[in-house]
């Protein structure tokens, strides 16, 4: 045996040489042998991401292809026959996911175009219009068209008072219209980077060579943009078909497959038939994920090189500048007014009765549904700094160590950041309601879910911030005798803080807006407060629902200037400490 390099082993008959290990994974492996605290920690986090990821999602699997203990995929088997009542939420949840990513992303570009490549004035107000979403449950979008555009909606109402007009808002132009509104900002973050990082010296040099403004857009700046475009569609796409609230409330006789699904579980108990039809909607995403990484992945988009360049933004013309004002002013006013019903509604009798000013909804708000939002804040609290600090954790092994399975860690802990939050909630029914791990109808399972569907932004967080801070810190803190724990505690968490407090921020807000997961896994003991809005709506109760929102719009708005706050205090205490 050469170098040690194989094993020989006696067995009373001869000897037998194994082949040798690879290198690489002799040192991993020897690394995490000789560090116990290491190798407690990584199994102990695979045990934490295969039992709260991995689990819930495999028993969705195994109710839909085995309802009674054996093996029965007739669900599945009727979908390829093309039974109605499994084609058809599939196609309607295709053709609405689909409308809104093209037209969200549309939308979202026309922002970020206007607010990153021209002079426009009022970018403040429209960057804000475009946030509003995103500190609301999405489905207040869906109340709100109710107040405006339902049965007695105020524009309904004085259109057929009026000119005698009539329609419904419920079915795909509801749909289509409250998932638009409520997604479009992630087009518009995500597009925001991409324009804004694009170097305008590539459009300089394109006009220098004699092509128009119209032409450089068409063949530069939308080129360049491909990649934002396609994860923004991506994104639009996936929170389309995983949305719940706003088809609950505005499905009518166009079925999508969240709230078939939902139904089938909770209405007809046919779980299998609920398995299945949440099993469909991971097809789609998973499809359009794999299509959209090939077709971008084999462009190159590279436009920052590290070389100077004396280009900048240039006044725009004014065919170009004012209907581009023109059009944001719109939608952000179509925002406002949408969410300026949340408040109005919320100070009404009676909706579509009596809109005399009242307090009453509030005082309702504040005392039968004080239980709810005690709840809410009570377990989004405790799954905040659990959810934050295990992410940032997960984060920390993923980038500064190495062991065996570190690429299998990370791909399972985000795995929750694709799945739409119905199969998740789903899952952890199925998982946890039978001994010896019946948590069902407890607290403890609605924080579960809030920590493993909230965590993997933390990761992403803390993955980007660890890839900024320089290694040698932390070699320098082992070579000094510090342990995992105390090098961690000590070196690594003081510096990713900012991303720490940001996570949790999300995770906090996030926690406070959750409807598709939590919805499947609350019970009357542990009511929320979304799921409490939800119901109000259910009952015809729209300013009851309106006030609910109202008080959900403001804890969110709390909980970011609080988190911004301390993000503040904590970036200047490091600097005035240097």
């Not at 709230?259 to 359009?288: C, D, F, K, R, S």
């Not at 971008?296 to 209907?323: F, Q």
């Not at 407060?529 to 929102?549: F, I, R």
């Amino acid at each position: 045996m050469a170098n040690g390099d194989r094993l020989l082993r006696e067995n009373g008959k001869g000897a037998a040489i194994s082949r040798p290990l690879p290198v690489f994974f002799r040192s991993r492996t020897g690394q995490l042998l000789h560090d116990p605290v290491l190798l407690a920690i990584v199994l102990i986090s695979f045990g934490l991401v295969g039992l709260f990821v991995v689990y819930p999602l495999a028993r969705v699997f195994l109710v839909s292809l085995f309802p009674r203990g054996a093996f029965d995929p007739r669900y599945f088997l009727h979908l390829f026959e093309g039974r109605p009542y499994l084609v058809r939420p599939l196609l309607h949840s295709l053709t609405v996911a689909t409308l809104v990513a093209v037209l969200g992303t549309v939308l979202g570009f026309l922002f970020a175009y206007a607010i990153t490549r021209t002079d426009i004035p009022g970018k403040r107000v429209f960057r804000w219009a475009a946030t509003l979403p995103l500190i609301s449950p999405p489905f207040l979008l869906a109340l709100s068209t109710l107040l405006l555009l339902g049965e007695n909606g105020l524009i309904t109402r004085w259109l057929f008072s009026r000119f005698g007009i009539r329609w419904s808002v419920y079915g795909l132009p509801g749909l289509v219209l409250t998932e638009t509104l409520a997604y479009f900002p992630l087009a518009f973050f995500t597009l925001e980077g991409v324009l804004a990082s694009i170097d305008p010296a590539q459009e300089e040099s394109a006009m220098d060579l004699g092509a128009s403004k119209l032409r450089t857009f068409l063949h530069v700046t939308l080129p360049l943009a491909t990649p934002g475009l396609a994860a923004a569609f991506l994104l639009l796409f996936i929170r389309s078909l995983e949305d719940f609230g706003n088809p609950i409330v505005l499905q009518g006789r166009y079925p999508v497959l969240t709230v078939q699904a939902y139904l089938a579980i909770t209405g007809m108990y046919n779980l299998p038939l609920g398995a299945t039809l949440a099993i469909l909607l991971l097809v789609p995403t998973v499809v359009a994920f794999l299509v959209l990484q090939l077709w971008v992945g084999r462009r190159s988009y590279i436009t920052v090189t590290g070389r100077p360049t004396s280009a900048g933004l240039h006044t725009t013309e004014p065919l170009l500048k004012w209907p581009l004002f023109a059009a944001l002013l719109l939608f952000s006013g179509i925002f406002f007014l949408f969410y300026g019903m949340i408040f109005y509604g919320a100070f009404t009798k009676l909706w579509g009765v009596n809109h005399a000013f009242t307090l009453e909804n509030f005082h309702y708000v504040f005392s039968t549904g004080a239980t709810y939002l005690l709840n809410t804040l009570q377990l989004a609290g405790i799954a905040t700094p659990i959810g934050g600090l295990l992410g940032i954790l997960l984060a920390y092994l993923v980038t500064r160590k190495s062991f065996p399975g570190r690429r299998l860690l990370d791909l399972l802990a985000m795995l929750n950041f694709a799945v739409p939050g119905l199969i998740v909630g789903m899952g952890y029914v199925f998982a946890f309601n039978t001994p010896p791990l019946l948590l069902t109808g407890t607290a403890i399972i609605i924080v579960l879910v809030f920590i493993f569907q909230r965590m993997p932004v933390a990761i992403r967080d803390g993955v980007a911030m660890l890839q900024q801070i320089d290694p040698a810190i932390d070699d320098a803190a082992a070579d000094l005798g510090a342990g995992f724990f105390r090098t961690f505690r000590r070196v690594t968490l003081p510096l990713v803080a900012p991303a720490l407090l940001a996570g949790m921020a999300y995770m906090f807000s996030a926690c406070i807006t959750s409807i598709s997961a939590v919805i499947m896994v609350v019970l009357a003991r542990w009511q929320l407060v979304t799921v409490a809005l939800l119901h109000e709506v259910d009952n015809a109760d729209l300013s009851q629902a309106a006030a609910y929102g109202v008080v959900i719009i403001l804890i969110v708005l709390g909980a970011i200037f609080l988190m911004d706050f301390v993000i503040r205090k904590v970036l200047e205490g490091w600097k005035h400490a240097r």
